[in-house]
């Protein structure tokens, strides 16, 4: 068994914090943000601890205005976000063409198998070329670093309608033209 499908196993049953049915009043602006490398910051400092970053990444939101909060049961406070909560930093392929199944690590430890409830979309537009990003839960999505991007490209199959793309759990993901 590979190593993302034990961390995928090992996952905590409960999942993530019930976040999205949490209702707690507006708090305010405590300094949090996550800055586009992944680094997690309060109030200019960075967070060093990885167990603190994981911990608020189990209850990070992002709401229907776009605005990223922490949210718990009794508070909810912003979190300024430059480009994605998240970083996909490892990815894994199995199989090829339409039964390939590509499982993703991000920066907090979520693994994540791409597929139709977790699909890849791709922004065009940055001076690097496309990004693309993983859909982790929620409203919230992992940026695929870069490393990662030219793995991606290297999965390029043509799919039905002739698109170049990449295939994962019976979903094809085209790729920006």
């Not at 976040?19 to 949090?32: F, Q, S």
């Not at 776009?66 to 990815?91: H, I, N, S, W």
Request: hydrophobic share 40%; aromatic share 10%; glycine share 10%.
């Amino acid at each position: 068994m590979n190593r993302l499908e034990e961390l995928l196993k090992q996952a905590d049953p409960k999942g993530p914090a019930p976040v999205e049915r949490w209702n707690p009043p507006y708090c305010g602006d405590i300094g949090l943000a996550i800055l586009r490398d992944g680094q997690w910051h309060y109030q200019g400092s960075a967070i060093a601890r990885l167990a603190m970053v994981k911990l608020f990444a189990r209850v990070l939101r992002r709401d229907e205005d776009g605005r990223y909060y922490l949210v718990t049961p009794v508070e909810k406070v912003d979190v300024a976000v430059a480009d994605a909560p998240f970083l996909a930093v490892e990815m894994q392929a199995e199989g090829a063409g339409r039964g390939q199944s590509l499982l993703f690590r991000t920066n907090v430890d979520d693994v994540v198998r791409c597929g139709a409830d977790h699909p890849l979309r791709f922004v065009t537009g940055d001076p690097q070329g496309f990004k693309p990003y993983l859909h982790v839960r929620g409203r919230l999505e992992a940026l695929v670093t870069r490393p990662l991007v030219y793995d991606l490209v290297e999965l390029a199959v043509e799919g039905d309608n002739g698109a170049l793309g990449i295939w994962s759990g019976g979903a094809f993901f085209p790729l920006p033209t």
